[in-house]
């Protein structure tokens, strides 16, 4: 079954950086959509930042002009560049594709990863 594997989370003072990555496997035969999430105690999770197959991107307000989404295609891989931390940027983000498997090659499946904490010290 495919999966996701985010890594790159971390404790940064505000103003710093940190570049989370996901990797899909399992089995895969294409993935769609790629994407970050993110969701901070107490409050529902959120769209970070969102990328096409064709390579399209959509960001949150709250995020455009730092940070970056990235994808590579040939490594089912997603990277999201985070510039110029926030104390709000503090949560848990989750890695989100759709994604085509050998298990279930007729249509793209919505998979989750575990998430990664990322903490923003003021």
Same mark, same amino acid.
């Given at each position: 079954q495919a999966q996701l594997v985010e890594s790159g989370g971390g404790l940064v003072q505000a103003g710093g950086s940190l570049r989370l990555s996901c990797a899909a496997s399992g089995s895969i035969i294409s993935t769609n959509a790629m994407g970050w999430y993110r969701q901070a105690p107490?409050?529902?999770?959120?769209?970070?930042?969102r990328v096409t197959n064709r390579g399209s991107t959509t960001y949150a307000d709250s995020v455009k002009g730092r940070f970056t989404i990235s994808r590579d295609k040939?490594? +089912?891989? =997603?990277?999201?560049q985070m510039n110029s931390l926030k104390p709000e940027?503090?949560?848990v983000y989750?890695? +989100?594709?759709?994604?085509?498997? =050998?298990r279930d090659p007729y249509r793209f499946l919505e998979r989750w990863g575990q998430g990664t904490q990322v903490t923003v010290s003021s």
């Open positions: 107490g409050k529902q999770r959120e769209l970070v930042a040939a490594k +089912n891989m =997603v990277y999201l940027d503090t949560a989750y890695c +989100n594709a759709d994604i085509k498997s =050998v």
